[in-house]
C-alpha cells in the first residue's frame, strides 16, 4: 500500500505538468477567441475585447505579459508557502530530535533493566510520534548514525532498536519507491545494518543511468558480501567514472574483501572493470599476476593502460621488468612515464639506468626532464654537471629548478 501510495504521488506530480502545460496551450488559443463552448457550456472570454484588435505579433506579447504576471503572482505565493513550511517542519524537526534521542538513548541504557511489556509500551508510545515519513526518516537516521559509530552492545542494542520499530514495510516501499532520493534513503539503511533479502533488487538498481544510485547500490552489494568476486560488474550496462571506481576501492579496503577474482576483472572487456581490477591488483600486491597485467599494457583505453603501466612498475623487482618498462616507455602515458622513471631508482643495472635517463634529459619534455635529473642526482653527478653546461637551454634550466629545490 506504501509503494502504491509513493507512486500515485509521483505520477500525480507529473499529471499536474501535463495539465499545466495543456492550459498554457488551451490558454494561448482561448485568449484569441471571444467564447468557447465545451458541449452545453459556454465559457467567454472577458479579456478578449482588449485583444481583438491587435496583430498577430502584438497578440503574441500581450499574451506573454500575462502568462508573466501571473507566473510572478504564483512563484511569490510558493516562496511564502515554503519560507513558511521550512520553518515548520525546522520547528517539528527539533521536537522530533529532542525526542527521539531522550526516548532512543533511553532505550540503549536502560533495556536490562526493562520487562518484555516496559519494552512493549517505550516502543509503542515512541510510535505515536511516527505518523509521518518525515519523522520516520529522522529517527532511523539518528539509528543509523549512532550503529555507525558504536561498536559492542551499544550496536547490538542499536540494531535490536531498529527491530523493534518493525522497520521493513517502510524500507521496501522506499527501495522500491519511483523517487531516487529515496531508494538512496533506503540503501543506506540497508548496508549500515546489513539487511538481508533486497539483494536482487539491488542488484537492478547498479544498472541504473543514475550515477549516484548506481554507485551506492554497489556499495550496498560489497558491503552485504552476497555476490562474491565482484563478478556482478562484469553485468553492468554502463561506463563506470573515475568516482565510482575510487568508491569501489575506498569500500573494498574498509570492509577488508579478499575474495576477489583479480584475474577475471583483469581480462574483463569493461574497460573501466579491468582498470578496477588492475588497481586492485596492485593494492593487494599480487605479484603472481604479472602476466596478466602485462597483456594489458599498450591497451587502446588510456585508462586501462595507465593503470597497467603502474601496477607493473610497483611489481618491478628484476632487472626484465625494467628493461620491458624501457622498451615500452614511449606507450606509457605521461604520468606513467613519470613513474617509470621515478622507478629507475631501483633499477639493478645501474649503468642502463643512468644511459635511458640521460636519453630522457636529451629528448623528452621539460616535465620529464627535471624528473631524470632528480634521479641523477642519486645515480650520477657527472651527468648533472655536463647538463648544466648543455648547449641546450631548457636542458640548464631543468638542471638549475632541481638543483634550486634540492639545495
Not at 599494457?297 to 593503470?307: A, C, H, Q, R, Y
Request: glycine share 2%.
Amino acid at each position: 500500500m506504501k509503494i502504491l501510495t509513493l507512486y500515485l504521488r509521483y505520477w500525480s506530480i507529473r499529471l499536474f505538468y501535463i495539465l499545466l502545460a495543456s492550459l498554457l496551450i488551451f490558454g494561448s488559443y482561448f485568449y484569441a477567441v471571444p467564447q468557447v463552448e465545451l458541449g452545453s457550456y459556454i465559457i467567454v472570454n472577458p479579456l478578449y475585447t482588449n485583444v481583438e484588435n491587435l496583430s498577430p505579433w502584438l497578440y503574441d506579447v500581450n499574451y506573454f505579459i500575462f502568462i508573466f504576471v501571473v507566473a510572478i503572482a504564483v512563484i511569490a505565493f510558493l516562496i511564502v508557502y515554503y519560507n513558511i513550511d521550512k520553518k515548520r517542519k525546522d520547528t517539528s524537526d527539533k521536537k522530533f530530535m529532542n525526542i527521539f534521542v531522550k526516548r532512543f538513548f533511553d532505550y540503549l541504557f536502560s533495556k536490562d533493566e526493562l520487562s518484555e511489556d516496559e519494552e512493549k509500551k517505550m516502543i509503542k508510545e515512541l510510535k505515536k510520534y511516527l505518523s509521518s515519513d518525515h519523522s520516520k526518516k529522522i529517527l532511523i537516521n539518528t539509528i543509523v548514525d549512532v550503529h555507525s559509530q558504536t561498536k559492542g552492545i551499544v550496536e547490538n542494542r542499536t540494531f535490536q532498536f531498529l527491530e523493534a520499530l518493525k522497520y521493513e514495510k517502510f524500507i521496501k516501499a522506499y527501495l522500491h519507491s519511483p523517487y531516487s532520493v529515496h531508494k538512496l534513503f533506503a540503501l543506506k539503511v540497508i548496508s549500515e545494518f546489513k539487511l538481508e533479502g533486497y539483494d536482487n533488487y539491488i542488484l537492478k538498481l547498479t544498472k541504473r543511468k543514475n550515477n549516484v544510485l548506481h554507485a551506492e547500490a554497489i556499495i550496498t552489494l560489497l558491503k552485504l558480501k552476497v555476490y562474491n568476486n565482484l563478478l556482478f560488474l562484469n553485468e553492468l550496462e554502463f561506463k563506470l567514472t573515475l568516482w565510482d571506481i575510487n568508491l569501489i576501492v575506498k569500500t573494498i579496503q574498509d570492509i577488508d574483501k579478499k575474495d576477489i577474482n583479480f584475474s577475471t576483472l583483469i581480462k574483463s572487456y569493461i574497460p573501466e572493470i579491468s582498470a578496477l581490477g588492475l588497481i586492485l591488483t596492485r593494492l593487494h600486491n599480487r605479484i603472481e599476476l604479472k602476466n596478466d597485467v602485462i597483456l594489458r599494457i599498450g591497451n587502446s583505453n588510456t585508462l586501462v593502460n595507465e593503470e597497467a603501466f603502474f601496477t607493473f612498475i610497483s611489481f618491478a623487482n628484476k632487472q626484465s621488468d625494467f628493461d620491458y618498462l624501457i622498451e615500452k616507455f614511449n606507450t606509457a602515458t605521461h604520468k606513467a612515464q613519470l613513474m617509470i622513471i621515478k622507478s629507475l631508482a631501483i633499477c639493478p643495472d645501474t649503468v642502463k639506468s643512468i644511459e635511458f635517463l640521460n636519453w630522457i634529459v636529451e629528448n623528452k619534455p621539460f616535465t620529464h626532464k627535471t624528473e631524470a635529473i632528480r634521479q641523477l642526482l642519486e645515480l650520477d653527478l657527472s651527468s648533472i654537471n655536463r647538463f648544466k653546461q648543455s648547449d641546450d637551454k631548457l636542458v640548464r634550466e631543468s638542471c638549475l629548478q632541481v638543483l634550486d629545490i634540492n639545495l
